[in-house]
T-cell receptor, first 112, second 114 residues
Framework: KQEVTQIPAALSVPEGENLVLNCSFT??????LQWFRQDPGKGLTSLLL?????REQTSGRLNASLDKSSGRSTLYIAASQPGDSATYLC???????????FGQGTELSVKP | DTGVSQDPRHKITKRGQNVTFRCDPI?????LYWYRQTLGQGPEFLTY????????KSRLLSDRFSAERPKGSFSTLEIQRTEQGDSAMYLC????????????FGDGTRLSIL
């Protein structure tokens, strides 16, 4: 059974810092991995998707990496801003059609 | 592309009542997913449709829960005889049938059981 873990559960950093969020999964047979952002009381916004054959994806100040063999992904946020404050969730898909399995999220707070 | 739309945004009801939520996926997305999220947790999968066919159901989806997607467009999720434990955010997502199969989420329906 696939399990997804995110560490740390919460993180507080001063504005301008670079930071890394971690995601690990127990079954390396994944189809893809998505990183999402969730603001309080809102739905999920897709940030980056990495296919199983890819090693990383970049969008603006965000970079996500994937190491399938070790069951790990990281989300790197450069030059953090207060507007980055949110909960970040990673999720893996085990097959082409199906469900996402989520971690519990990392709650990020960027202090001005 | 107007995004995934969910209605209502909030629902407050008494224990034992039936509730129904609606999800309108992104136009031409043939795959539709329902998830449930409780406070401080990541979303948990409930069920998945490809067009009008319900292809997968979670064990979380007890016999009090039913989902439909008539004509392969919008979907409804009904909960009968609601219980306190049903209080959660119910999220809908959709994806196209083409790579990279990214799922796009709505803002959810928050259900509170009194």
């Amino acid at each position: 059974k696939q399990e997804v873990t995110q560490i740390p559960a919460a993180l507080s950093v001063p504005e301008g810092e670079n930071l890394v969020l971690n995601c690990s999964f127990t079954d390396s047979a994944i189809y893809n991995l998505q990183w999402f952002r969730q603001d309080p009381g809102k739905g999920l916004t897709s940030l980056l998707l990495i296919q199983s054959s890819q090693r990383e994806q970049t969008s603006g100040r965000l970079n996500a990496s994937l190491d399938k063999s070790s069951g790990r992904s990281t989300l790197y946020i450069a030059a953090s801003q207060p507007g980055d404050s949110a909960t970040y969730l990673c999720a893996v898909r085990g097959n082409q059609g199906g469900k996402l399995i989520f971690g519990q999220g990392t709650e990020l707070s960027v202090k001005p | 592309d107007t995004g995934v739309s969910q209605d209502p945004r909030h629902k407050i009801t008494k224990r034992g009542q039936n509730v129904t939520f609606r999800c309108d996926p992104i136009s031409e997305h043939n795959r539709l997913y329902w998830y449930r999220q409780t406070l401080g947790q990541g979303p948990e999968f409930l069920t998945y449709f490809q067009n009008e066919a319900q292809l997968e159901k979670s064990r979380l989806l007890s016999d009090r829960f039913s989902a439909e997607r008539p004509k392969g467009s919008f979907s409804t999720l009904e909960i009968q005889r609601t219980e306190q434990g049903d209080s959660a955010m119910y999220l809908c997502a959709s994806s196209s049938g083409q790579e990279p199969l990214a799922q796009h989420f709505g803002d959810g329906t928050r259900l509170s059981i009194l």
